[in-house]
């Protein structure tokens, strides 16, 4: 079960902050009172990014909602074209233009330990989910499971780390901090709970393999080509396992965060 | 000081729009998605996601990428079918306090017929049909490339169709007013144009396609100089009215069309940006027309001197 989300805007929002995580993933600051009140962990923002009306990027770019505090949203992004390298020249100080909250976000499920598991640019809608477990479930256990290709590229885990009681564990491909080793392996094979998970495709794919399992409720967030972010284009088409009823199924929409035994064959 | 009142209102037959502006097919879902960001009743028309008779699936993923001021999309005509349209979209429909335009799609004439026949028994303020889809191997367009074909068309849903008749045609033909002159002896009440112009993009890594329908339609800015020529060419061959489509995002792209001879204009690509535009479009509309003392759109409408 996910969350259904509240109103939608369109609107600009002053960037408080920018600034440069490792080589080429950023944090962007956005003061957006609204967006901030309405946001669920999981939901994402569409971002222009085009400058001075440009026409080009024509399309915004669909931004998971990395954390929200007191009226400001903050996106992490990687730079990989040219909106995003665009947006990363944003300065402190200047509007962007955003729409959103869109699409489902994660729904916390009824368990009593919460384990958020990411691989790469993954990470980025965990931090909010984490964050809101604490705040609405402080009882509850979070084990927190990140993954990266290196040192370099494991970024904004310090935010995970300021959490109250949560266990971050990580891992890199070339073990140069953490567990030399894949993400998954981080899973306890006796694990209890509810898994939340973003990555990679094959990261998610075998995370969700694992909680099917060891028989655990898993949500896996999904990225996909988008073009309008809220339901008209139909271009952010992905298979559910009932395709064949049932049809495509729209990851602005239906998504990005999907029950995994829903979407993985 | 009085300030006499501008009017926006244009016509197709006898159906009266508010004002010129129109959504396209496609870029703006059944409207309701909408809501959130625009008084969809503000506009002068919206023509909704394209219907057939039995639901589509629409073709595999990627479907759209992005081009340089435009993006290519191939859908595929996804949509839940004729039935669930009328007993879902419609009710929807009803509350809106604008036209509301069924767009239809079909393999065959007897398919556009009957989705036709169907929809003049709802409360559908128009139809227009597509027969102008590059992205389906049956999605019309061969109706649109051929004008024996379109005017075939265009009679025998003429004879079904008790709403105005609107043709949507394709860009990809050499003469578009040879369509456009079909359409409009096979009894149309409008032409719209144009639809998308078919295009591709390759991902020179991995050396595929980055659609995977391998072409797919282009819009958005890219196209309007194409688009705002084949309207200038088909207002000056036929004596319907016409409807401009094609890269419409600013006012400054309506006056264009409008000046070049277009009764309407559809915002399309545009919407899937910034989903207010259209809404904006009607106000800085009015707003141009008050500031320059035009008291009827008509007065634009076709005004261009060459």
Not at chain 1, 56 to 68: N, T
Not at chain 1, 182 to 209: I, Q
Not at chain 2, 113 to 124: N, Y
Not at chain 2, 190 to 200: D, E, F, R
Request: proline letters at 4%.
């Amino acid at each position: 079960m996910t969350v259904d989300n509240e109103k939608q805007i369109r609107a600009v929002g002053e960037i408080k902050d920018i600034r440069c995580c490792s080589r080429d993933i950023f944090e962007i600051v956005i003061a957006q009172s609204s967006i901030s009140r309405n946001a669920q962990p999981g939901q994402f923002v569409m971002v222009k990014t085009a400058v001075d009306k440009s026409d080009d990027p024509l399309l915004r770019r669909p931004l998971s909602i990395h954390q929200v505090q007191h009226g400001v949203i903050s996106l992490l992004f990687k730079v990989v074209g040219r909106g995003t390298k665009l947006l990363a020249s944003f300065k402190q100080g200047d509007y962007v233009d955003i729409l959103g909250p869109l699409g489902k976000g994660f729904a916390v499920e009824q368990q009593t330990t919460h384990f958020l598991i990411g691989g790469g640019m993954g990470i980025a809608p965990l931090l909010f989910l984490a964050e809101t477990i604490r705040l609405e479930r402080p009882a509850e256990k979070i084990v927190i499971l990140l993954g990266a290709r290196s040192r370099e590229e494991l970024v904004a885990v310090d935010g995970f780390f300021a959490i109250n009681g949560v266990e971050v564990k990580i891992a890199t491909d070339d073990g140069s901090t953490g567990h030399h080793g894949l993400v998954t392996e981080l899973l306890p094979g006796d694990a209890v709970g509810a898994v939340y998970c973003c990555g990679p495709w094959p990261m998610m794919k075998a995370v969700a393999g694992l909680c099917r399992k060891q028989e655990m409720e898993c949500q896996v967030s999904i990225e996909t080509m988008m073009a309008c972010g809220m339901g008209a284009c139909l271009g952010c088409a992905v298979q559910g396992v009932d395709f064949i009823e049932n049809g495509y199924l729209h990851v602005c929409k239906d998504g990005p965060v999907f029950e995994a035994r829903k979407i993985w064959l | 000081m009085a300030v006499k009142k501008t009017d926006l209102a244009v016509s197709i037959g006898d159906w009266k729009l508010k004002n010129p502006i129109m959504t396209a097919s496609g870029t703006f879902g059944y409207g309701e998605e909408f809501a959130d960001y625009l008084d969809v009743d503000s506009l002068g028309a919206i023509v909704v996601k394209g219907i057939s008779l039995l639901p589509r699936t629409g073709n595999p993923p990627p479907r759209v990428v992005e081009t340089s001021c435009g993006m290519l999309n191939a859908i595929g005509l996804e949509n839940v079918g004729l039935e669930r349209f009328i007993s879902e979209k419609i009710p929807i429909f009803e509350k809106y306090k604008t036209g509301v335009v069924a767009n239809i799609l079909g393999d065959s004439i007897d398919d556009y017929c009957r989705l036709a026949e169907r929809l003049s028994d709802t409360s559908i303020t128009a139809i227009e049909v597509n027969i102008s889809c590059p992205n389906v191997k049956k999605g019309g367009v061969a109706f649109g490339t051929d004008p024996k074909m379109a005017y075939d068309i265009t009679r025998a849903v003429r004879k079904k169709c008790s709403k105005p008749l609107i043709i949507k045609l394709t860009p990809n033909v050499t003469d578009i007013t040879a369509i456009a002159l079909a359409a409009e002896e096979g009894g149309a009440d409008a032409v719209s144009l144009i639809n998308t112009l078919l295009g591709m993009a390759i991902d020179i890594k991995s050396r595929r396609p980055k659609l995977a329908n391998v072409v797919g339609g282009l819009s958005g800015p890219a196209i309007k100089p194409i688009a705002l020529r084949m309207v200038w060419q088909v207002c000056n061959k036929v004596t319907i009215p016409v409807i401009g489509i094609g890269g419409i995002s600013r006012v400054e792209d309506v006056l264009e069309f409008l000046l070049a001879g277009a009764t309407a204009v559809q915002i399309g690509t545009a919407n899937l940006v910034d989903p207010n535009v259209a809404g904006e479009l009607v106000v800085k509309l009015t707003a141009y027309l008050q500031e320059n003392k035009i008291e009827n759109i008509g007065q634009l409408i076709g005004s261009l001197e060459v």
